[in-house]
């Protein structure tokens, strides 16, 4: 699972607004809200428009946070990236 690609949204599909501890994301092809928290949003954020899978996302992630043991990033990173796809908010490649 680690190993799955994943596209994010294209641009424009998702309006994302913070509120306070929450995040809504509205996607506009579905007509949805989703109100997650982070690391979502931040998720999301750092795939970019590139097809990205667990290990691309925690290096991109490190360079912004202070991650410990990074070998234990990755599975929670492929996890978070599988509940983002049930979510319509990005697609496996």
Do not use: K, W
């Amino acid at each position: 699972m680690a190993d799955r690609t994943y596209r994010a949204a294209p641009p424009g599909a998702l309006r994302i607004e913070p509120l306070g501890e929450l995040t809504a994301i509205f996607d506009r092809r579905s007509m949805q809200t989703h109100l997650v928290v982070s690391p979502m949003p931040e998720i999301l954020d750092a795939m970019g428009a590139d097809v990205c899978n667990a290990a691309l996302l925690a290096s991109r992630l490190a360079a912004v946070f202070d991650f410990e043991g990074d070998d234990d990033v990755q599975p929670i990173l492929a996890e978070r990236l599988g509940e983002l796809a049930a979510m319509g908010l990005v697609e496996r490649v």
